[in-house]
């Protein structure tokens, strides 16, 4: 169920956003509801992402081994990653 919303808004961008709002055949209503959904969605993508990467490093079993980088390679200046 859609709930109504009031916006304090600066006359002169209300104004502007009717403007691209018609260039787009939308309302301005539309842009803000568009716009808040991609807010919600991106968050929600990165904390699905920030989980899955948590939820990896839990069950890592990688190891080195015996392997370590140097003090000396590490600090060289040499690229290492292309």
Request: proline share 1%; aromatic share 4%.
């Amino acid at each position: 169920m859609a709930k109504n919303l009031t916006l304090a808004i600066d006359e002169d961008l209300l104004d502007k956003a009717r403007v691209l709002a018609a260039m787009r055949r939308t309302s301005v209503n539309e842009m803000v509801r568009q716009y808040l959904q991609r807010a919600v969605d991106d968050a929600r993508q990165r904390d699905d992402a920030r989980e899955e990467l948590l939820r990896l490093i839990d069950e890592s079993t990688g190891e080195l081994g015996d392997w370590r980088p140097s003090r000396k390679k590490t600090y060289a200046g040499d690229r290492r990653f292309d």
